[in-house]
């Protein structure tokens, strides 16, 4: 069974279209930013539907997204409970490798101001999700989710809000997407257990000699 690792990765991203109740003044600006960890020790199981593709359930395990609104100060919004968590990896053969993450959202409500011909309304987070293009072989013999680096294009965002006209979507394409390294006492913790484990073996291997 494999050991659980998360992998932590910090990005910052360009809004580029919102739907039109939206009234983000984010277009063509950096508008976004946050981190998300995810375990890479998940098991894939093949999507029924559709061959060639594996998906990693509950994969995302950590996710902060801070955004601006046109009145407040910025807003971040963090890992829901309700709603799809999921990488999900394929088709898996050349050109590229196709990544999408998908991961619930929550936080607090976000004013919309009013657009000519729509009323003001109030949102909340509902999810983001994450899109990118890998070059062919990309990590396919790695049993976990792939890693969210060696892109081909920009990966792009969308972040879905709940109204009381039904989703409205806020997208765009990451600037940065940059993994967070391992605190350096954390590294030198390993590396001693590791050279614990080495030591213990060698002294039993003595000891039955």
Known sequence: MAEAASVTYMFTGNVTQTSQELSFPLVGGEGLSGTLTYNDAIPPVEAITQPAHLLYFQAVTALTVQFHDTVLDPITATIGTAGVNEIARGPTFP???????????????????IVAGTSEQFLFPLGFQLHLSQPFPH?????????LSGFLAP???RVVFASDQGQLTL???????????????????????????????????????
Request: hydrophobic letters at 40%.
């Open 95 to 113: 050109p590229s490798t196709d990544v999408s993450l998908y991961a619930p959202l929550t936080g607090p409500i976000v004013h919309s101001s």
């Open 139 to 147: 990590e396919i013999d790695n049993p976990g989710p792939p890693s």
């Open 155 to 157: 990966p792009t965002f």
């Open 171 to 209: 997208t765009g394409t990451l600037t940065s997407l940059n993994a967070v390294p391992l605190p350096p006492a954390f590294v030198l913790f390993g590396a001693g257990l590791i050279v614990l484990v080495s030591l213990g073996r060698s002294h039993a291997s003595l000891r039955g000699t």
